[in-house]
């Protein structure tokens, strides 16, 4: 817990000082009619500084052996990470409604063990309802790959 | 003339396709409320894109009842399953679950939804009376007070979120830096977007809502393995009879919560304040105190309707001030702004329709809701026992699907990946989520304000103080962002010693 404390507000500073760096860039003091871009970044950028600072002291001050997951933990989180993160690269090659189909159906069987039935119906059930919701009632477009041209859409 | 308008607001609610977004909008929001990953915020995000097509005020009505839906859904969740589906709902599974390991879940059920409805009801009739004096008054605010106001916001994340507060300002501090990546309104110039095109656009905030809510949350459950093992609840109009019939015996505490939770609730990260200590306050004037945890009514009652009054408050500074008082008055703000409405105190005099359209579905949307939860919950928690092989796709495809709809990147789904990670990480190290969003959402009105004020001053801070109500409101403010270091040293001029450590706020 207390490593990824540290980890978490050393990062907190790298982003602080990456907009603090832009921010002088773009000027922090007053322009011909008001403040200049950088202002309101700047000092955003400055307090957040500060305040990683803080976290760091106080959490270098206390004793914590407890592990920011635990070993077992880590297995069940990074289950669900992979596939999902497999999925989004999925859609952007097949569309979002054939990928989030094999994702659905991919899970089930793995995870849930379902049987081929269970997987496929709601898999493609899922897909199919989200395209008639989507595409045909609400009108709002998802990505769409090669078998949504070759149905025609 | 406030009725008149409520009249006219009526008129609107109570048309047949607004009455149906209604049934649907509970509906949807009681499912989103009861799934592990969609709270209120992040169902609200989701459906968003969908009212992009509709008339403005049956989209607020749509995503108000969402809203409510969510509220009685999370009640489901804490008191059959002892998982509290939001952080306000914790105080409820302390009374609830026993209760219903009991058997007696029927009768907690009722007396969460009946306690939810009086509170949101409670703070509804005060909106109705409130709302448009708020309204008049912010009319003649300027952009210090605005900044004002919104500085007293933050504050309040600060100085009663409990947690840390450095944490909390960090959040604060990410929320807006992430708001103001990309083009600079005012000035032209592209800020932080490090020679990317890509960050021209800067980060919608719906996508890192869905991101860091429901993400991030799906990864912490899996974390903690859940599995959902919950107690069963019968359900009959006998039971919900009886139960009503004992509790209008609790009236002290159905008032007394109610104010506490309205009280807490119009400030930004109230609910969970105000559901633990109307649960602390009820515990203390009870004459059997030593009832309490072990599953006594009142220990459900009071937590849930200074929730839900706490919920509905912060629709107040939402539609009076365009300030949001939680994550999810905060999405529908940007709703707001996507329908092509200015939030803010000028609603009430261009859009009167909308406004008193939208008071009154709170209403309807109220009653609407606790007459389908009380009928159906065997069926919403039936949802918990569909296997986790499924929810979890499931959930992560709807998310996706919200997230892409936003404005037809597929980066944004990236980008909901990236803040799925960083909700994660942030929950499990106790940087709260809520600030971060709220930041977000307001950083160009905040930074506009602020600009505008200094403008006016020519540069000096000293505006802040002078005028008399943004001074009032500033020195407000800067006591509570003062308040975690007045606190210790104030308990240890009385020599009281540190008490535990409150539940944190997300």
Known sequence: MRAADLTTAALLMAVGALVVRDALRLGVGWGTDGPKSGFFPFWLAVVLLACCLGIIVKTLRRADRAPFVARAALGPVLKVLWPAIAAVLLMQLVGLYVASAIYMGFYMRWIGRNSWLAVVAVSVGFSVSTFLVFETWFLVPMPKGPLETWLGY | ?506
């Open chain 2, 1 to 506: 003339m406030g009725f008149e308008n409520l009249l006219l607001g009526f008129q609107v609610a109570l048309q047949p396709n607004n009455l149906l977004l209604a049934v649907i909008g509970v509906a949807l929001g009681t499912v989103i409320g009861v799934l592990p990953g969609l709270g209120g915020a992040n169902g609200v995000a989701i459906l968003l894109p969908l009212t992009f097509s509709m008339p403005p005020t049956s989209a607020i009505i749509l995503l108000t009842s969402i809203y409510w839906g969510a509220l009685f859904g999370g009640a489901i969740t804490s008191i059959l399953f002892n998982i509290p589906g939001e952080p306000w709902s914790v105080a409820t599974t302390f009374d609830g679950f026993p209760m219903a390991r009991r058997g007696e879940g029927g009768p907690a059920l009722t007396a969460a939804f009946t306690s939810s409805f009086v509170g949101a009801l409670f703070s509804v009739i005060l909106i109705t009376f409130f709302a448009p004096i708020l309204a008049e008054v912010a009319l003649k605010f300027g952009p210090p007070e605005f900044f004002a106001i919104q500085l007293l916001t933050f504050s309040s994340f600060i100085g009663l979120g409990g947690g840390s507060p450095l944490k909390s300002l960090v959040s604060i501090l990410i929320g807006f830096i992430l708001a103001s990546v990309g083009l600079d309104i005012v000035t032209g110039a592209l800020r932080l977007t490090f020679g990317f095109t890509d960050l021209m656009k800067g980060f919608d905030f719906i996508v890192a809502v869905i991101g860091l809510f429901g993400i991030g949350e799906i990864l912490l459950t899996m974390e903690e393995g859940l599995s959902f093992k919950g107690a069963s609840a019968k359900m009959s109009p006998r039971i919900v009879w009886d139960t009503w019939r004992i509790l209008p015996r609790y009236w002290r505490t159905f008032v007394r919560s109610a104010f506490i939770g309205f009280w807490m609730g119009f400030k930004p990260g109230g609910a969970t304040p105000a559901s633990f200590m109307s649960y602390a306050f009820a515990k203390r004037f009870s004459r059997h105190p030593e009832r309490f945890g072990k599953g006594e009514i009142e220990g459900v009652i009071a937590p849930e309707t200074a929730a839900h009054a706490a919920g509905g408050a912060s629709l107040l500074p939402m539609i009076t001030l365009g300030i949001p008082g939680s994550p999810t008055a905060a999405v529908m703000l940007g709703g707001l702004i996507i329908w092509g409405l200015q939030p803010g105190p000028m609603l009430f005099k261009e859009k009167p329709e909308f406004v008193w359209g939208l008071i009154a579905s709170m209403y309807t949307g109220n009653v609407i809701g606790v007459i389908m939860v009380l009928a159906f919950v065997p069926a919403f928690a039936a949802i918990l026992r569909v296997p986790f092989a499924i929810l979890t796709p499931l959930i992560i495809s709807i998310c996706a699907v919200g997230a892409y709809s936003v404005n037809g990147r597929m980066l944004d789904i990236w980008y909901m990946l990236i803040f799925g990670v960083i909700g994660y990480v942030f929950k499990k190290l106790d940087y709260p989520l809520a600030p971060l969003v709220l930041a977000l959402v307001l950083g160009d009105l905040a930074e506009n304000a602020l600009r505008q004020s200094l403008i006016m001053s020519q540069g000096s801070l000293l505006i802040f103080f002078v005028r008399p109500i943004s001074g009032a409101i500033t020195a407000v403010a800067l006591f509570f962002f003062a308040l975690p270091v007045i606190t210790p040293w104030w308990r240890r001029l009385r020599g009281v010693s540190e008490p535990a450590a409150s539940p944190r706020e997300t």
